[in-house]
C-alpha cells in the first residue's frame, strides 16, 4: 500500500462577521429596492471602463456551486451587433404578442421590451456548462445549479449598476440559437441573459410592468411557508 500523501495543513483566511453599520446597511436594501429593468429610458452617454469593470468584478464575485464560475461576460458596443439582435428581438415580440389572449395582445403590443440600440452598451451573460467537469461539486444531484449561479452573477451585475446610477434592461424575447449566430457563441455555451446598460434620467419609482397595470406584486404573505408546502405560522401572520 503506498505512503500516504502529505497534505499541508488548511489555513483559512477569515474576516470579520457581524452586521455592517446603519449606513452601509440601507445602501445594501436600496440598491435592491430600487432596481428596475429598465427599457427605453437610457441616455447616450458613454459608460467609463472603470465603472464597467467594477460591475463585471462585482458580477464575477457571485456565488457559484463547486466554485465552477461558469460565467462569460460579451461586452458589445458595435452598433451593428445591436442592430440585428434587436431584429431577432422584432421578430421574437411578434410572436409572443400572439401567445397572450387577444384582449391582451394590444397592451402588449404597447409595452416597450427591450433598449437595445438605445443603451450604449449591451451584455451577454452566458454559461460553460462543461467549465467544472464531468462531476461538479454540489451539483450532482442537481445539474442546473451553474444556470443558476450564472443568474447570481446577472442580480449582482444589477445592483452594482444600480449603485453606480446605471440602468440595466433583461432581454429575454429572444431566439438562443439567433443571437449565439449573432455573436459567434460556439455550443455547448448556453446564453443566460441578454442586459442592455446605459444611464437614464430618472427610474421608475415601482416596476413599470406594475405602473402600467400588467401585473401587480403578490403579497410576501401568500409566499411564505413554514416547515412544510402550504403551511402557515408565525411569520405568516406577521406579514399581514
Not at 444611464?199 to 409566499?223: C, H, T, Y
Amino acid at each position: 500500500m503506498p505512503d500516504a500523501i502529505d497534505q499541508p495543513e488548511f489555513q483559512p483566511r477569515l474576516t470579520m462577521s457581524g452586521p455592517f453599520t446603519d449606513a452601509e446597511r440601507e445602501a445594501v436594501y436600496r440598491a435592491i429596492y430600487s432596481r428596475r429593468d429598465v427599457r427605453g429610458q437610457f441616455l447616450p452617454d458613454a459608460i467609463g471602463d472603470d465603472v464597467l469593470l467594477r460591475m463585471l468584478d462585482a458580477a464575477h464575485h457571485a456565488p457559484s456551486v463547486g466554485f465552477m464560475q461558469p460565467w462569460n461576460f460579451l461586452v458589445i458596443r458595435d452598433a451593428e451587433r445591436k442592430r440585428q439582435v434587436a431584429e431577432i428581438f422584432a421578430r421574437a415580440n411578434d410572436e409572443a404578442a400572439s401567445m397572450f389572449p387577444k384582449d391582451r395582445q394590444d397592451a402588449y403590443r404597447a409595452l416597450k421590451l427591450e433598449g437595445i440600440t438605445s443603451a450604449p452598451v449591451n451584455i451577454c451573460v452566458t454559461c460553460d456548462r462543461t467549465r467544472g467537469g464531468p462531476v461538479v461539486l454540489g451539483a450532482t444531484h442537481m445539474p442546473d445549479m451553474d444556470l443558476f449561479s450564472t443568474v447570481c452573477a446577472v442580480q449582482n451585475l444589477w445592483l452594482a449598476a444600480r449603485a453606480e446610477g446605471l440602468g440595466v434592461g433583461w432581454v429575454s424575447i429572444l431566439k438562443e440559437s439567433d443571437v449565439k449566430a449573432v455573436l459567434g457563441i460556439p455550443e455547448p455555451i448556453r446564453l443566460v441573459a441578454y442586459l442592455c446598460v446605459g444611464r437614464v434620467e430618472n427610474f421608475f419609482a415601482s416596476p413599470e410592468l406594475e405602473q402600467r397595470g400588467w401585473r401587480k406584486r403578490i403579497p410576501l404573505a401568500d409566499l411564505v411557508f413554514e416547515d412544510g408546502w402550504n403551511a402557515k405560522g408565525k411569520l405568516s401572520g406577521e406579514l399581514r
